[in-house]
């Protein structure tokens, strides 16, 4: 407004050029424009804002109806068992659900996991018998007949399989289908975790992930699925089935990576798994406003619990800590756990990380970039008023090796990262087990460069750079920290790896490594010639 009343005095000044007056009109053609399309747009946010509020009612009525038809159910099912609380077989009939372990590797195609979610469980879905009957005698039933049966034992898991299927959508619109399948699918494996203990989860619904994965959005996905404080899936629920291309680009804008997405046309549910932009049905379409399809949802949720509780969390990162924390170290360090990499602040760098030079750490970890055995920086590193940052990765985990074939990979791995910051001219100078993350099976990592330094490196007096795993022989006879003193710390991990029983090669090794006179040690590089490592299969 103040604009278009400037352009207006300046037309009205009587000395004015028709050229400079043609201009003056133009730009306030153009402000009258904008100001017009800033009306209609502020026009719009409020509409999105009535229908949010009006989506938010909606809710509250709908949390309200399935609170009370919860209530009802477990009223029902209270009345009609057989069987007192005291005598509940639950626990005993679903793990005759769930089966043992079938010590397969998860299913990796479309076809594969359809078939996983489509087969038998262990045991029939538990109902009351007269819920059972009931179900038996409508012929539309008959598809599912072999999927359910009549239990008198099962007091709670029956309560909860009756109010899953009973949950019939109230109507057509997306907040009406969460519930209901919130209904379907989170009752029954809440129930399971909390009958078996087994696959500790949580389920959010228009939440952001704290990881990091998500952005910051004006609306977050509809809900995020955590297995031990790992995100696994996300999803995006749609009224109608022409939505989800609109869904996987909602998904895509705030997620990296994803695995499951619910497509309702209507009340029509369907498991889709997106990878790079392409949809693979998981599952026929389902009708929610059908017993038999609720029936078969409960069922491939079952199988679905299988799925993550055999099949997939045994290859989740063994993170002692939640996904999104922040760790606090000593003098000033940070670190934050992220879904794909840590976040790493050191405030007062020049203070409290005495002795290492920022540049030194930018260099070493442009110069290491692909590196075998060292982590990398991910963004960064940078120093901005004084608090040091930087993005590693990979994830890993603190832990010492179990045994000697997992000891001869943690350490030819970190030879490796330890050969490959002596060639680029760096010395660690802070290796010991902390420091050492294991990645995967068979797979590990030298961390924590913030230590590193141009070597040789004469040892500073008080307040200069010591780390707590030095030993009287880890510098040389001038005082100096050498490549050979990188090299005897990796000799302490061997000793201090907690394995009683050795081989000769290793204890061979290890004895060459941690040598008293520096001059007798091998270097990194000679070092991952040992035959200890050919003992393992696993050349240098």
Known sequence: MAELR???????????????????????????????????????????????????????????QLREE??????????????????????????????????LPPPVTATDLQHF?????????????????????????????????????????SATVYTAIKSEPRSDSEIGLAVALSSLIEAILISLH??????????????????????????????????????????EVKTNSGDIGAAVQELGTKMGKLVFADDCEGCHFRCKSLSHAVLFNRSKAFDLTVMADRIEVVHHTVNLFRLLCWG???????YPVAVGDVLE?????????????????????????????FDDLANVYSDTCHAEGLIHAVEGPTLHKGTYKVALGPLGSTRRPANEGELRQAIQAVLRGVAALHKAGYVHRDIHWDNVLCIGEGSWMLSDLESVARAPVVAAGKGGFRAACWTSDTLDECGSYTTASDVQLVGQLMDTCSILMLDAQ???????????????????????????????????
């Open 6 to 64: 400037k352009i207006a005095d300046e037309l009205n000044c009587p000395n004015l050029n028709e050229q400079v007056r043609a201009d003056w009109i133009a730009k306030q053609r153009s402000c009258a424009k904008d100001l017009e399309d800033a009306e209609s747009e502020l026009e719009e946010l409020r509409e999105e804002k009535k229908q949010l509020r009006e989506e938010k009612k909606e809710l509250r009525e709908e949390k309200k």
């Open 70 to 103: 919860k209530r009802d159910a477990s009223a029902a099912a209270s009345a009609q068992g057989a069987a007192s609380t005291a005598e509940d077989q639950s626990f005993a009939v679903a793990l005759k659900m769930l089966g043992d372990d079938p010590g």
């Open 117 to 157: 979610l489509q087969q038998r469980l262990g045991r029939p879905l538990p109902l009351d018998r007269t819920i059972f009957e009931w179900i038996r005698r409508d012929p539309s039933n008959q598809r599912v007949r072999d999927l359910v049966e009549a239990s008198s034992e099962a007091y709670t898991l």
């Open 194 to 235: 909390a009958l078996t203990g087994l696959l500790p989860h949580r389920l959010g619904y228009n939440t952001s992930d704290r990881s990091g994965v998500t952005r910051k959005l004006l609306r977050p996905p509809d809900f995020c699925f955590w297995v031990d404080n790992t995100l696994v899936f996300m999803g």
């Open 312 to 318: 997939l969390r045994p290859l989740l990162p063994p």
């Open 329 to 357: 170290r000593s003098n000033g360090t940070s670190i934050t756990i992220l879904a794909d990499r840590v976040i790493k602040k050191i405030k007062d760098f020049a203070s409290n990380n005495t002795g290492v030079e």
């Open 506 to 540: 290793c204890l061979e090794l290890k004895a060459q490594l941690t040598a008293s006179a520096a001059a007798s040690r091998p270097s990194a590089e000679q070092a991952l010639r040992h035959p200890w490592f050919g003992a393992g299969g696993a050349g240098p």
